[in-house]
């Protein structure tokens, strides 16, 4: 079978491209004269060869009870002595029976004995050089391929055999918005990753993202986006590959994945993954998930019979397939992932034995046939803004002139999170309500497209403030749209009304992602000339436009 081509695109903050602290060995600490960090074994790290080595390792070790079937076996190499010589023959019956084994560089990586030390010459024992200190290293990598490299050298399959991944497909390495960054750039000749030219020198919180060490941590602002959005796209229309992996944070990971099913026109699959622990950590879920992935584009079971995908995007988490609208983080632990909406959301899954299923197939809009994806999106729309504290209309550019997302056209959508007993006082004043009065007039402050998603009653979306719901019907007719969720997670779905969009089953983090889309679409409302007494034909012109958000809030 020919291999598939597949291109593995790095996201931010991911922990499946993470490691546990590099922490210096007992044996470099017994070399240095440093007391030993504790007790037992040392870690041992995946690491090179510099020089061939030649070892010798004792017969029947690999198993405990190997050598219960010795009469099975072929004859050893030969045999260790008590002096540590090596033998073809057996001299007494205290020679260790051994196989000679010549390690070489090009054999790739080896679990070794981490030596390093500081260049003060005390030990590492975490990232940086003291305890939250600001001078550091980096443990997570810089694109997927160390980590794809780790997990075909020493990830084993339930055959017991390796290249899980080579031994399938042939991946090249993207870095859309990475975890870790080249804060000296890095040499054209040394670049593992798919590009032209030197990388240049990275910064954290602008180049790469990472949330270790914890208090340093960087995340992505919104216009890194349609940095994204732009670099996934020209990937997926390459026709290059077969099909993608993109990973993530696992608190994230959900969000990209249906901003993806919303924004990339592609016909292609596209797998998304985390990891609840870091590359090598005990129990870590990272390696399985990767090699999913690959199974599942490989096997063909997302095709339409048509030239599509009818899964669209999915999130692939201990051997289930997400669709990519409903699946959402609930703990950090392996299997810490639901199907959110109570009517589905688990697409298929993968067994034991890496045999894949496809039970189900979402039945919305996704990819390219996304009524919101970046082919279909304008180059520019009607945005709203307070010029002397009267809302007036401004154009809001898109794309540029190659069809490119513009990093400034992300939306602005705030989530408001509502409960019971949420007034702060009786009355009708807005004064009372200040904090959302800040945000309707950010809203329009003219730097971007802005909405408002509200997480109310389950599952009416409902605001229980009737003060509060009159603030944000003003600013309906000022331009604002105004999407409503159920708190939580809801299976059921919330009813339109005349001045909102019900936001269906959707997380409210899910509706604020397609209000965003619907935004760079349509633009903003229509806007009243008195939006405290809007006429009839304001209303009905408001409702016009609210029906056509409401159109893709049905259908995706």
């Not at 070794?112 to 550091?136: R, S």
């Not at 054209?188 to 919180?205: I, K």
């Not at 090699?291 to 051997?319: C, F, H, P």
Request: proline residues 8%; hydrophobic residues 35%.
């Amino acid at each position: 079978m020919s291999k598939i081509r597949i291109a593995h695109m790095a996201g931010p903050t991911a922990t499946i491209q993470n490691t546990p602290p590099l922490v210096t060995s007992n044996k470099a600490r017994a070399k240095a004269g440093l007391p030993p960090v504790s007790e037992g074994f040392d870690p041992l790290r995946a690491q090179r060869l510099a020089a061939p080595v030649k070892v010798y390792v004792e017969q029947f070790s690999a198993h405990p009870l190997e050598a219960d079937a010795a009469e099975l076996y072929a004859a050893p190499d030969g045999y260790i002595g008590a002096d540590g010589s090596f033998s073809k023959t057996k001299a007494s019956e205290a020679d260790k029976p051994v196989y000679e084994i010549e390690l070489k560089p090009e054999d790739g990586l080896y679990p070794l004995p981490y030596m390093a030390l500081q260049a003060d010459g005390t030990a590492w024992e975490e990232e940086t050089t003291k305890p939250f200190g600001t001078v550091t290293r980096q443990g997570f990598y810089p694109d997927g391929s160390r980590s794809f490299e780790e997990i075909d050298r020493l990830s084993i399959g339930a055959d017991g055999k390796v290249n899980l991944i080579g031994g399938r497909a042939k991946v090249d390495f993207y870095r859309p918005a990475p975890p870790g960054g080249f804060t000296k750039g890095l040499a054209n000749a040394r670049r593992a990753d798919q590009g032209d030219g030197d990388t240049p020198t990275e910064r954290l919180g602008h180049d790469f993202f990472a949330y270790k060490p914890f208090h340093m941590a960087k995340s992505p602002p919104r216009p890194v986006l349609a940095k994204i959005t732009n670099e996934v796209q020209a990937i997926m229309s390459s026709g290059k590959y077969d099909g993608a992996i993109w990973t993530q944070g696992s608190p994230q990971v959900e969000e990209t994945a249906y901003w993806f099913n919303l924004l990339i026109d592609t016909d292609l699959p596209i797998a998304c993954n985390a990891a609840q622990r870091p590359q090598n950590q005990i129990s870590n879920d990272g390696p399985a998930n990767i090699v999913d992935s690959v199974t599942y584009l490989q096997s063909g079971i997302w095709k339409d019979g048509k030239g599509g995908n009818r899964a669209g995007t999915v999130v692939i988490q201990e051997q289930q397939f997400f669709a990519a609208r409903e699946v959402a983080k609930v703990d950090a632990r392996p299997g810490g992932y639901v199907a959110t909406g109570g009517h589905g959301g688990i697409l298929g899954q993968v067994t034991h034995m890496g045999t894949p299923y496809m039970m189900y197939v979402p039945a919305y809009k996704h990819t390219s046939a996304s009524d919101v994806n970046i082919t279909k999106l304008p180059a520019s729309v009607t945005g709203t803004r307070l010029v002397d504290g009267k809302a007036v209309t401004w154009e809001v550019a898109i794309k540029d002139a190659s069809g490119k997302l513009l990093a400034d056209a992300i939306p602005s959508v705030s989530i408001i999170k509502e409960g019971g007993y949420f007034a702060d006082q009786f009355g009708d004043d807005p004064a009372a309500e200040d904090d959302l009065d800040y945000l309707i007039k950010h809203k329009l402050s003219g730097k971007r497209l802005g909405g408002f998603v509200v997480e109310g009653l389950v599952p009416y979306g409902n605001i229980t403030s009737e003060l509060r719901g009159q603030m944000l019907r003003v600013a309906s007719f000022m331009g604002i749209p105004v999407a409503r969720t159920g708190r939580g997670y809801p299976e059921g779905f919330s009813d339109p009304e005349p001045y909102t969009i019900a936001g269906s089953n959707l997380t409210s983090t899910k509706a604020r992602l397609l209000l965003m889309a619907c935004l760079m679409k349509f633009g903003a409302l229509p806007i009243a000339a008195d939006p405290y007494n809007p006429t009839p034909a304001e209303f009905d012109a408001l409702k016009a436009a609210l029906a056509k958000y409401q159109s893709v809030f049905h259908t995706h």
